[in-house]
C-alpha cells in the first residue's frame, strides 16, 4: 500500500503565478482534505472533497481551489501566489464523512516557497 | 467550534526520562482526540486517537494519553524517551461531521542524551 502519495515535493513559483498540487489518497480511501502548514504553525485546514464535491471548507479566500476525480485523486490550486503562501502544504485522506472516529492518513507534503 | 491547546511550545527532557506533552481542549460534545508526530520534512503520523471508547489510550512507540473530562485534558505520556521521539507532536481534535481536524499549534520535543 502506497498510503498517500503527494506531487511534486518541491515547488518554486514567482509571486503572482498559479500553481497545482496533487494528490492520490491512500487505497480504499474517498475522501481528501487539504492542509497548509506554515512553518512553525499546526495545520490549517482549506478544505476537504468528498464525491467530487467540496464539502467543508476553512477560512481560505477564493484563490484556493481545488478538485477531486472520479479516482478519488485531488489537486489544489491557488492562483495569483502571495509570499504569504509559502507553505508546507498537506494532504490527507479517509474513508467517509460520517460523524465518527476519524483516522486520518496523511501524505508527506508539498513544499511551496513563493519568492 | 472544537478547538486544543498546546502548552509548551518547546519541551526537553533526558533519555531516558519521562515524557510529558499537555493539551487541553475546549468543546461543548464529546470531541474526537488525537496526537499526531511530525518528524523533521515528513508529513503527519498519527500516533493515537480517543474516539470515548476508553480513557486511556495507548498508541504507538510507546506512547500513551489519557482523556480527563473533569480537566478538559489529553496529555501525551511515555515513561522513558529515546533519541528517535526528539519530533514535533500535535494534538487534534474532530468536529465531526465531515472530519475536519483541528490541529493545537504543536510541541517540538528534544530528547538531551
Known amino acids: 500500500d502506497a498510503g498517500v502519495t503527494q506531487s511534486p515535493t518541491h515547488l518554486i513559483k514567482t509571486r503572482g503565478q498559479q500553481v497545482t498540487l496533487r494528490c492520490s489518497p491512500k487505497s480504499g480511501h474517498d475522501t481528501v482534505s487539504w492542509y497548509q502548514q506554515a512553518l512553525g504553525q499546526g495545520p490549517q485546514f482549506i478544505f476537504q472533497y468528498y464525491e467530487e464535491e467540496e464539502r467543508q471548507r476553512g477560512n481560505f479566500p477564493d484563490r484556493f481551489s481545488g478538485h477531486q476525480f472520479p479516482n478519488y485523486s485531488s489537486e489544489l490550486n491557488v492562483n495569483a501566489l502571495l509570499l504569504g503562501d509559502s507553505a508546507l502544504y498537506l494532504c490527507?485522506?479517509?474513508?467517509?464523512?460520517?460523524?465518527?472516529?476519524?483516522?486520518?492518513?496523511f501524505g508527506q507534503g508539498t513544499r511551496l516557497t513563493v519568492v | 467550534a472544537q478547538s486544543v491547546t498546546q502548552l509548551g511550545s518547546h519541551v526537553s527532557v533526558s533519555e531516558g526520562a519521562l515524557v510529558l506533552l499537555r493539551c487541553n481542549y475546549s468543546s461543548s460534545v464529546p470531541p474526537y482526540l488525537f496526537w499526531y508526530v511530525q518528524y523533521p520534512n515528513q508529513g503527519l503520523q498519527l500516533l493515537l486517537k480517543?474516539?470515548?471508547?476508553?480513557?486511556l489510550v495507548k498508541g504507538i512507540n510507546g506512547f500513551e494519553a489519557e482523556f480527563k473530562k473533569s480537566e478538559t485534558s489529553f496529555h501525551l505520556t511515555k515513561p522513558s524517551a529515546h533519541m528517535s521521539d526528539a519530533a514535533e507532536y500535535f494534538c487534534a481534535t474532530n468536529s465531526g461531521g465531515y472530519q475536519k481536524v483541528t490541529f493545537g499549534i504543536g510541541t517540538k520535543l528534544q530528547v538531551i542524551p
Open positions: 490527507a485522506s479517509s474513508l467517509g464523512t460520517g460523524v465518527g472516529s476519524t483516522e486520518a492518513f
Open positions: 480517543y474516539t470515548s471508547a476508553a480513557t
